[in-house]
C-alpha cells in the first residue's frame, strides 16, 4: 500500500477528518502531487491542514500548482509564499487565526513543532483546526 493510502486511512481511522469535503480535498492534493520532487511530510502536513475549508484550498492549490509549473524540487517558494500570507495578516491590532494558521504551515515545511503563543487571542474555530493538524502531524510522522 502507498504512502498516500496508508496516510488516508490513518487519518480516517483516528477521525481527524472534519467532514467529507475535507477528506476528498486532501485526496485530491495527495493524488495530484504525491508524486512531484517537493512533495514530502511536510508538505502532506499542509495539505491536510489547508484541505480544511474550500479557502485554504484554493490557496494550496495555486500554490502547487506554480511548485509544478517551475519543476520545483524542493517547497522553499511555498515557505516563502507562506512568510508573505503570514505578513499580510499583521495588519490589524489583533492577529488573526490565519496568521498562526500560516505560521504552522511554515513551521510543517520547516520540520519543527508548533506552540501556539500563550498569549495568542485566536477564535477556538482556529484553535480547534491547528489542534487537529498537530494531531494529524504526529500520525503523518509515525506512517
Not at 516563502?80 to 487565526?97: P, V
Not at 510543517?108 to 506552540?115: A, P, T
Amino acid at each position: 500500500m502507498e504512502f498516500k493510502e496508508r496516510c488516508i486511512r490513518a487519518l480516517e481511522e483516528q477521525k481527524l477528518f472534519r467532514d467529507s469535503g475535507h477528506m476528498t480535498r486532501f485526496k485530491e492534493l495527495l493524488d495530484c502531487y504525491s508524486g512531484y520532487p517537493f512533495f514530502g511530510r511536510g508538505l502532506c502536513k499542509c495539505m491536510y491542514l489547508s484541505a480544511w475549508d474550500e479557502e485554504h484550498f484554493a490557496v494550496m492549490l495555486g500554490i502547487l500548482t506554480e511548485l509544478a509549473l517551475l519543476k520545483e524540487r524542493g517547497t522553499e517558494e511555498m515557505r516563502r509564499q507562506g512568510e508573505d500570507l503570514a505578513k499580510e495578516q499583521l495588519k490589524g491590532e489583533q492577529l488573526s487565526g490565519d496568521f498562526y494558521i500560516y505560521e504552522l504551515s511554515n513551521a510543517f515545511l520547516d520540520g519543527r513543532r508548533y506552540q501556539l503563543p500563550k498569549d495568542a487571542r485566536i477564535e477556538p474555530e482556529f484553535a480547534h483546526i491547528i489542534g487537529k493538524a498537530q494531531e494529524a502531524a504526529d500520525i503523518i510522522d509515525g506512517i
